[in-house]
T-cell receptor
Framework: GAVVSQHPSWVICKSGTSVKIECRSL??????MFWYRQFPKQSLMLMATSNEGSKATYEQGVEKDKFLINHASLTLSTLTVTSAHPEDSSFYICSAGGTGGRELFFGEGSRLTVL | KQEVTQIPAALSVPEGENLVLNCSFTDSAIYNLQWFRQDPGKGLTSLLL?????REQTSGRLNASLDKSSGRSTLYIAASQPGDSATYLCAVRPVQGAQKLVFGQGTRLTINP
């Protein structure tokens, strides 16, 4: 199946700093990617839809100024957590589907810990 | 608003047993339904995808069924093995919602040797 890669797989940062997470589709082009957040023992909650070449679409309650999304190419979307705080600590997962794709593929996830 | 529920939340069975995981959704207007596996601290691995026009899909020891009219799907695991231990997530793709998925809470499965 298609491969979606995330980097870094885990990151620890100090409160107030910004952290960037990358999501790459390795063997297909993705016009749309999705960013999810998962708290311990909970399910995935969609944060935003990343659209190549245009602004991301955020779900209700997600702060767009805090979670900056950039989808500069058909194979790369980035999520930047700005001025991170301990409550932003979570597991962030991206997904992507190919052109006309019916199936979505997920990255390995990135665990963010904010001290 | 589409809601997805998975029952049970956790399940522990001895190795070798056949088992069924349940998923229900409130809005039958879906494009497809996907079952995923998630190991602790890891991302999601797609197991089976069922299009809205299909009734079931099979892959090895896994069989997923879909009854769209009643808003239900089941994941059947035959001859369970300790390596099957993981959290299983059900997700539906709403017709109106482009490619984004709505997830259930998951079933945490433990297969005891």
């Amino acid at each position: 199946g298609a491969v979606v890669s995330q980097h870094p797989s885990w990151v620890i940062c100090k409160s107030g700093t910004s952290v960037k997470i990358e999501c790459r589709s390795l063997d297909f082009q993705a016009t749309t990617m999705f960013w999810y957040r998962q708290f311990p023992k909970q399910s995935l909650m969609l944060m935003a839809t990343s659209n190549e070449g245009s602004k991301a679409t955020y779900e209700q309650g997600v702060e767009k100024d805090k979670f900056l999304i950039n989808h500069a190419s058909l194979t790369l979307s980035t999520l930047t957590v700005t001025s991170a705080h301990p409550e932003d600590s979570s597991f962030y997962i991206c997904s992507a589907g190919g052109t006309g794709g019916r199936e979505l593929f997920f990255g390995e996830g990135s665990r963010l810990t904010v001290l | 608003k589409q809601e997805v529920t998975q029952i049970p939340a956790a399940l522990s069975v001895p190795e070798g047993e056949n088992l069924v995981l349940n998923c229900s959704f409130t809005d039958s207007a879906i494009y497809n339904l996907q079952w995923f596996r998630q190991d602790p601290g890891k991302g999601l691995t797609s197991l089976l995808l069922i299009q809205s026009s299909q009734r079931e899909q099979t892959s090895g020891r896994l069989n997923a069924s879909l009854d769209k009219s009643s808003g239900r799907s089941t994941l059947y695991i035959a001859a369970s093995q300790p390596g099957d231990s993981a959290t299983y997530l059900c997700a539906v793709r709403p017709v109106q919602g482009a490619q984004k998925l709505v997830f259930g809470q998951g079933t945490r499965l433990t297969i005891n040797p």
